[in-house]
């Protein structure tokens, strides 16, 4: 019909824009190299990154043996965890998790820190007592306390003052030593033997478990419903401050999500999406590939073609015009059905957008815009990881592993496929030997365990 040749016309225009010949992924590859070149750079910073972030305290050998403790702060609750750890790159066991809900009136307020470390404390103690060791040996020595925090970036949450606080953590040295100060005055309140020396972003707890387990582990890459990379970083005294002048590495919070190139295909979706959220110019490239903006491309390329094409009769679901109303689950679950009819589309496109019906034509157009964004996405996310690489120089001759994890990575599996397709792609087989992409061990709260343990003295 008209309307599906006009609906197959907007289509076909918004797939040219997005595409990403192995070209253009090198220009990209090569600005985001650079950029971490020059962020580096004393003085004026010309990339685009935000600032690093560096974090001096040592990363784990893979020789750390005992039972550490945790804490990973998320955006409406905690998660307090425990390991065990053998050496010899063995893996993390007996792994208790426990997660506890913060309370609206400490999240509502700015000055609830102090209310947040007490509670956090209260339950750690209770913590340690429910979880008995099964280490016979436990001295009374003080402890280390790993303290991760996991920024939600989901624009649509309540927005609480105390996340807005906790955001800038991940930016800010400044504001994590507050917070340990803090949560170290309330463990001594309570009477517990445990110390807290950091507090980190949960990406770079995920680099240390990353290394625990492999001395070639170089970065780690979170893609959830945000993004974030930590990498390690060797050049030492330009941005090493004076305490740790003798740290050979350094752990890099680079904020990838804030990249921008000129290089990076942007449709006037984009610009739109960009335009209507909270902080817009910032954080294009975490716009263009993580969990929380991919299914809200895909709604405003169905809206486009619901009011132009009348792909869905004559009126546009009003559903349709919810903003991020699709959600990166759903998206997947849709681009990844695999019956005849497409009859998981046409039941989320119900359940979703209130869609009784569609044509099998229809179904398949949506999948195809899914598999447009998702492909765009996961090859830019492949990109960048080969530029991260580049930029260390490690490209030829020298295994370099990169731990991914997060929600989207995880759970997407043609996102996934076409990541590791892309490095591949890019790198060519010889090269591509050299870089290896591994799933993190041990689930996202598990990082603040491998952190504790690489503060702990041995
Ligand atoms: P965070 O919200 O801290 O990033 P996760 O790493 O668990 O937490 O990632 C959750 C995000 O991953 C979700 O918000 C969603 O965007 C994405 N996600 C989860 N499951 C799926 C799935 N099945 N398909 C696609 N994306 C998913």
Redesign the pocket.
Known sequence: SNQQLSAQRILREFARRCATPTSKLWQVANEMASDMEAELAPGDRGGNLGVPVSYLAGLPTGEEKGTFYGINL??TNFVIVRGKLEGRNEALSDLSRQEIEIPLHILSSADSTKELCDLMAVEVAKFVGLHVESDSKVEATERTLGFTV?L???DLLPSSALHSKWRRISVNDTMGGELAQEMNHALKKHGIEMRVFAVVNDTIGHLAGGRYYNKESVAAV?????TDVAYIESLPQQIVKESSSEAAETAINMQWGNFFSSHLPLTEYDASLDAESADPGCRIFEKLI???Y?GEIVRRVLLRMAEESALFGDVVPPKLTISYSL???D???MHQDTSQDYEIVQAKLKEIFDIESSTTSVREMVTEICDVVSERGARLVGAGIVGIVKKMGRLANRKSVITI????Y???RI?RNYLHSTVWEMLGTDLSDNVIIDHSHGG?SAASIFLAASQTDH
């Open positions: 998320r955006g996991s939600p970036v989901d979170s893609l959830g419903m945000g993580s969990g929380m991919l959600r990166s689950p998206m997947a679950a994890e997060g929600g989207l995880e759970h997407y996102y996202s």
